[in-house]
């Protein structure tokens, strides 16, 4: 299985475009999130999903968009790329009983430079 | 706003000693969970410990969990030069895959 998989690695973009980073799992999770991780912050959550269909506001939402068509990809959507999104992004996913959140499985990450 | 806090914020020890970081949070959960992440790399889970519970172990590893304190500690017992990484504590308040995460500890270990 190759678990949680996150492309591009490596990214710059210009101020004002966009871009998706893509998440794909094989492992049959119903839930997936989208972390961003700066220094010193931590990791905040972006958006989640717990399932193909239904996703949700985190902590920090704003300028990014998300869906969930299927239950293996969550793509990330950076609508008009800002210098303060440059960051470095996780996708996570991990299964769902009835409310409890489970381990997260996480991605290698993709890093983000917005100029 | 962040829910967990982990103290120290960075923690330097000699192989063999043992290693203790803690973590407080706000308000009650359903689970917490340590996370392990190696420069440069993504996270690792741990441990997940439940509300209903107050120690778990997992090979040199010790968690406790006080909810009166709305505390938790892990211990990294006889820690190596393999140890050294950021640890992190994540917690799941409302359910439903919203974990939210500290600002870790970053551990130190040298030969």
């Known amino acids: 299985n190759a678990g949680v998989t996150q492309t591009p690695k490596f990214q710059v973009l210009k101020t004002g475009q966009s871009m998706t980073l893509q998440c794909a799992q094989d492992m049959n999770h119903e839930y997936m999130s989208w972390y961003r991780q700066d220094p010193g912050m931590g990791l905040r959550l972006i958006h989640y999903?717990?399932?193909?269909?239904?996703?949700d506001q985190g902590e920090v939402p704003n300028g990014y968009n998300v869906s969930r068509s299927t239950t293996e990809d969550f793509p990330l959507r950076l609508l008009s790329a800002a210098p303060s999104q440059t960051s470095v992004y996780f996708c996570?996913?991990?299964?769902?009983?009835?409310?409890?959140?489970?381990?997260?499985?996480f991605g290698e990450g993709s890093r983000l430079t917005v100029l | 706003s962040q829910q967990g806090e982990e103290d120290p914020q960075a923690l330097s020890i000699q192989e063999g000693e043992n290693a203790t970081m803690n973590c407080s949070y706000k308000t009650s959960i359903n689970n917490l969970q340590w996370y392990r992440q190696n420069s440069g790399r993504g996270l690792v889970h741990l441990i997940l410990i439940r509300s209903n519970e107050r120690e778990k172990h997992s090979g040199r590893l010790r968690v406790t969990l006080d909810t009166s304190k709305k505390s938790s500690s892990l211990l990294i017992t006889a820690s190596r030069a393999a140890d050294t990484a950021s640890y992190f504590c994540a917690t799941d308040a409302s359910g439903y895959n919203k974990l939210i995460f500290g600002a870790g500890t970053r551990l130190a270990v040298h030969p």
């Open positions: 999903s717990v399932g193909a269909g239904i996703t």
């Open positions: 996570a996913s991990s299964y769902g009983d009835r409310g409890d959140t489970g381990e997260l499985f």
